[in-house]
């Protein structure tokens, strides 16, 4: 497996108002639009003095550098130096490289591999509707200060949530945590995941107590889920889908792009056919936001991993899911360094104890 796939940069409406600069797989990149609305994905680094160029504006659809007014297109070719005459030729070592960029369902996905793109698209929308209105929040992005592969695993352990969610969704929650299922995809690149109905103990999903319980309740159509489950595919990200009584669902989609070793780009979008009105996202946006605050406490709480020959990782069943998802996401990993390609990996994953 090669670092040629699709990731997610961001949301489309990031786009609309100015230049926005992110640190992609340990590269900064600028994204912005040209004057005719179309997205472009350039290297930040201005190749004149170094400047950032995600701090600079479009001018007649280049972005423009902020330290000499430098132009530069779509394509990543410096088209304007203002310090010489128009008529003086501009050198091709004037430029910063372009990275493809596509569009789809409101999300911003980059190519920074050296393969072909032409024959790869971006995850398709995993979002079945069959007819039904459904409403789409995408959340702020969130950089975690993390490593790709332990953000991952965080997003399906469940055990974490009655602790560092008190007062959110892990109000009233059962800290037990049910035996899961896991069914890794035919091509070893994805996982889909349920309560193992063969497990020795059973755990009912509650509706969140508390001010969250109630707003949820009255305002948000929340009821306890009657199934759900979870997917992971190394090219598309983590999901959680929620199904209700009267037929209508959460699904939760979280794209995690390393942003380097350290640090991790966190995009959470929502589709939801329970409550599609205004009120609903109001109530969604400051749940959620919070939960991304309460979240941001999981990091400090994590010390770096011990020396050789000092207390091990020690992992239990309630990490069984985690485990599964982040054994794909460092083989794709392992894949990628093999083509010479180096990607964020630092804590290696720890067997179930017995």
């Not at 990731?7 to 108002?17: K, T």
């Not at 203002?82 to 960029?101: D, G």
């Not at 975690?144 to 332990?150: E, G, Q």
């Not at 794709?332 to 630092?346: C, E, K, N, T």
């Amino acid at each position: 497996m090669k670092l040629d796939t699709w990731h997610c940069a961001g949301w489309s409406r990031e786009l609309d108002a100015a230049p926005i600069g992110r640190k992609l797989l340990g590269h900064h990149v600028v994204l912005f639009r040209d004057e005719n609305g179309t997205a472009h994905a350039l290297g930040a680094r201005c190749p004149h003095r170094g400047a950032d160029l995600a701090r600079g504006t479009v001018v007649d659809g280049c972005i423009q550098c902020p330290f000499h007014g430098w132009r530069f297109d779509g394509g990543g070719q410096c088209v304007r130096v203002p310090s010489q005459p128009e008529r003086m030729k501009i050198s091709s070592l004037a430029r910063v490289p372009a990275y493809p960029l596509q569009e789809r369902k409101g999300a911003v996905w980059i190519w920074m591999g050296d393969g072909e793109t032409q024959s790869s698209e971006p995850p398709p929308d995993p979002v079945a509707l069959r007819g039904r209105h459904a409403r789409r929040l995408f959340f702020d992005p969130r950089l975690i200060d993390a490593p790709s592969a332990n953000v991952l695993e965080n997003f399906f352990d469940k055990a974490h949530v009655p602790f560092i969610h008190a007062g959110t969704f892990g109000s009233d929650q059962d800290p037990l945590v049910a035996r899961q299922r896991v069914t890794i995809d035919a091509d070893g690149r994805g996982l889909r995941a349920e309560d193992d109905p063969e497990a020795p103990w059973r755990v009912q999903p509650k509706v969140p107590g508390g001010v969250i319980g109630v707003l949820g309740r009255l305002f948000f159509g929340l009821r306890t889920p009657v199934a759900q489950h979870t997917r992971f595919a190394v090219d598309a990200g983590a999901q959680l889908y929620m199904q209700y009584p009267n037929d209508t669902f959460d699904l939760f989609l979280a794209r995690m792009t390393p942003a380097d070793e350290a640090h991790t780009w966190l995009f959470v979008e929502s589709v939801r056919t329970r409550a599609p009105h205004v009120i609903g996202d109001w109530i969604q946006q400051r749940a959620i936001r919070k939960v991304f605050d309460e979240g941001a406490r999981e990091t400090s709480l994590i010390l770096d991993p011990a020396p050789d020959g000092e207390t091990p990782a020690v992992s239990v069943e309630s990490d069984r899911l985690g485990l599964a998802a982040r054994k794909l996401y460092e083989r794709w990993i392992d894949g990628a360094a093999a083509s010479g390609v180096v990607l964020p990996r630092r804590q290696s994953a720890c067997p179930l104890a017995e």
